[in-house]
């Protein structure tokens, strides 16, 4: 990378943007990297005339779209460059740009709707995140940078989006935004922000419950698959452990994430489950479970910022947005290893499904495997009756071949 004695107007910057990102566990040589990219954006931004007091987020991408990457660094520009403005802006050198009417009115919107998905609705984290990402993506398809007209709202505005959703590349799980979407209107409706309740409107998604049986994979594939992460020089010992966690505890992706380092009793041997709800359970730890997360504390974990249990293997080494690394780890693993996923969507529920399924097999009653995988209702774990091969068998009435030749 090219190195240059010519002092640019960013540089008086570089020394505390950098001791901050070492506080966060950045390494030096990738900082060392960010210092040449700043000074090349610095160069730009003498060229233009622009000082770092005028930046913005925005204009920092827009700058930084026009250097090009090297081909060895792993880091965008524009991203770098907005990671550095709002440096700049908690330092006091730079201001937070202001937001516009319209942009003010859906952040009051998106904010009010939350309180009331905490304090009415009762949901987790994760599910408000997604109900408002839905609903942001609503709101921008409809008005995008105008006001907002909530009144104007009607079906077809509904209709057009939901078929706008569906264009995009497959497999696209259609059941999700429509809950979410029905949610957001059946709001606007309570708080009298529409005349009609528009929920009723949004198009449902018809799949009969229990109607399609649980996709799963064979043992030796559930093992081929958790196990081929393993090998991976970088962060392998974290997916290992992760994915060790699904296939013997059957959790679900949002509880991996959401496990933190007091929630392991190593005396006791016991795992608290942060499920949903706000249900709490404990759950004794397997052998090979509590080797892998051992060896992922021992080897892997630097944070030293934050108590949970997995997080990102580059620095900030901060917990994970949500559950999507998982899903992405799964696919990776189906790929090397050759196994076909049983569904087009790779999804973490396949080794919960896997699990239920070859503990039913394996001779395990219902009652076990909803112990196991913490179902609070009987009628969930019922599904993998039709899996029991065996005892349906036996209560499987002869055909009456003698009457059907009459």
């Not at 730009?44 to 060895?72: N, W």
């Not at 060896?295 to 990102?312: G, I, K």
Request: with cysteine; net charge positive.
């Amino acid at each position: 990378m090219e190195i240059s004695k010519e002092t640019t107007c960013l540089d008086c910057y570089l020394e505390s943007f950098e001791k901050s990102l070492s506080f966060q566990n950045y390494k030096p040589t990738t900082l060392n990297n960010y210092r040449c990219l700043l000074r090349r954006f610095g160069r730009l931004l003498d060229a233009e005339g622009i000082t770092p007091s005028a930046l913005t987020p925005d204009l920092a991408v827009e700058l930084g779209q026009r250097l090009p990457a090297t081909p060895k660094s792993q880091v965008k520009i524009p991203n770098l460059a907005r990671l550095f403005v709002t440096h700049l802006i908690e330092i006091g050198v730079a201001t937070r740009p202001p937001l516009t009417p319209a942009q003010a009115d859906r952040a009051e919107l998106l904010g009010n709707f939350e309180i009331y998905l905490v304090r009415q609705r009762g949901l987790s984290p994760r599910t408000i995140y997604h109900v408002l990402r839905f609903a942001d993506r609503f709101l921008d398809y409809r008005f995008g940078e105008n006001l907002l007209d909530l009144p104007a709202l009607n079906v077809k505005d509904i209709v057009a989006f939901m078929e706008y959703l569906l264009t995009r590349k497959r497999p696209f799980r259609d059941k999700t935004p429509a809950t979410h979407l029905r949610s957001f209107f059946q709001y606007l409706f309570a708080q009298g922000l529409t005349t009609t309740n528009l929920s009723l409107c949004v198009p449902r998604v018809h799949r009969s419950w229990g109607a399609r049986l649980p996709r799963y994979l064979s043992p030796e594939e559930v093992e081929a698959v958790v196990t081929s992460v393993r090998g991976n020089p970088r962060r392998g010992t974290r997916d290992y452990a992760m994915l060790l966690l699904m296939a013997r505890l059957g959790l679900h992706a949002p509880e991996i994430i959401a496990i933190q380092l007091d929630d392991i009793d190593w005396r006791a041997g016991e795992l608290m489950v942060r499920g949903k709800g706000q249900q709490h359970d404990r759950l004794p730890i397997p052998p090979d479970v509590g080797e892998a997360i051992s060896e992922y504390l021992r080897e892997d974990r630097s944070s030293a910022t934050t108590r949970t249990l997995f997080v990102t293997h580059r620095a900030p080494n901060r917990p994970f947005k949500d559950s999507q690394v998982i899903n992405a780890i799964l696919k990776e693993a189906f790929a090397a290893t050759g196994v076909k996923p049983p569904t087009p969507y790779v999804g973490s529920h396949v080794l919960r499904h896997s699990l239920a399924t070859n503990m039913v097999r394996a001779g395990a009653s219902l009652e076990e495997i909803g112990d196991l995988l913490r179902h609070r209702s009987r009628a969930t774990k019922m599904i993998y009756a039709k899996l029991d091969t065996e005892g349906l068998r036996s209560i499987a009435q002869p055909w009456p071949v003698a009457e059907a030749a009459r």
